[in-house]
């Protein structure tokens, strides 16, 4: 259907919806109050729809305009990034590349692969990312960076997941712990005696999702701890008596190779991981440059042990 919409409308749309306030929201896009409200309520006019419910004291989105906020911000962070692209080209930096990746794929394989990447491409900037699986599916969901390097955890229906490599869980633990001495691998039932030592990790990390899914299977559904990354294990670990479930690579980022690792067995289990990018959604060539680069250094990495290549 024929509409007025521009980006006029979207950004002061989404202004408002971000300060819950039409005063802040003119003094963002520099305008006046009038100018902004008379923009919301061409788009209201326009879509059919109340986008605001607004009393004295506050402005909130109506439960119909929810969905258009998160689809207009993405929209808008998608075509500023266009733009910002552009400026890059004009200004002979070729452009600018963003990536998010688990801390263990950014240790790994993401820096290896950029120097290879930087000789062909010496003038285009880098925004990296580290977070864990839930945050970086967003990110590339919404158009935040050009591509991930994660686990499938989210797994949304926008997204494609390329499948890269894989690598075995394990029991990271203590050196005064008791599976310290064991000459491995550890049995999951081995590991259920010591349930009460278990550090987890939050929900929102593919390997605090396999905590939840599989070590119940082991009666180890209730933490005593948990932490919400990866990078906090360390120093939990390092209090004694504590043992953690994680992937190799996981224990080899975060130092925790100077402790205790034991593959874990019968059953092994492995977490995936994925290039994740947005469907439907072209790279531009210096995204695409950086994705060969990673391709090449994952085929020279020397592979440890625990560790296979998928796809």
């Known amino acids: 259907m024929p509409t007025n919409i521009t980006l006029r409308h979207l950004r002061s749309f989404v202004a408002v919806a971000d300060t819950g306030s039409f005063t802040r929201a003119a003094e963002r896009l520099f305008l006046t109050q009038s100018s902004l409200s008379s923009t919301i309520h061409q788009l209201e006019a326009d879509i ?12 909130t989105l109506t439960p119909a305009a929810h969905h258009l906020h998160q689809r207009s911000a993405a929209l808008l962070q998608q075509f500023d990034a266009v733009v910002s692209d552009l400026k890059a080209v004009a200004l002979q930096q070729q452009g600018h590349v963003r990536i998010a990746a688990a801390p263990s ?78 000459p491995g691998p550890v049995r999951w039932s081995q590991v259920s005696a010591y349930r009460d030592d278990l550090v987890g990790l939050a929900s929102d990390t593919q390997v605090g999702s396999v905590h939840r899914r599989t070590l119940q299977q082991f009666d180890l559904a209730e933490h005593r701890e948990e932490v919400s ?54 790279m531009s060539s210096t995204a695409q440059g950086l994705l060969q680069a990673l391709s090449i250094t994952l085929r020279e990495q020397t592979l440890p042990d625990g560790v296979e290549l998928v796809g």
Not at 118 to 143: C, F, H, M, N
Not at 231 to 241: C, E, I, T
């Open 105 to 182: 794929v950014l240790v790994w394989l993401l820096i290896p692969a950029l120097p290879r990447f930087q000789d062909k491409y010496p003038q285009v900037t880098l925004s990296i990312r580290e977070g864990g699986s839930a945050e970086i599916e967003r990110r590339v969901r919404d158009g935040e960076v050009d591509f991930g390097l994660t686990s499938r955890l989210s797994n949304y229906a926008e997204l494609d997941y390329s499948p890269l490599f894989r690598d075995r869980y394990g029991v990271a633990c203590s050196n005064d712990h008791p599976l310290a001495v064991v």
């Open 229 to 282: 990354s990866s990078a906090s294990l360390y120093p939990m670990l390092q209090l004694g008596r504590r043992i953690s479930i994680l992937p190799m690579l996981t224990a080899q980022t975060h130092q925790l190779d100077s402790l205790k690792f034991l593959f874990l067995d019968e059953p092994a289990i492995y977490r995936e991981l994925f290039l994740v990018t947005r469907r439907l959604r072209s």
């Open 48 to 59: 059919g729809i109340k986008l605001f419910d607004r009393t004295t004291r506050s402005v």
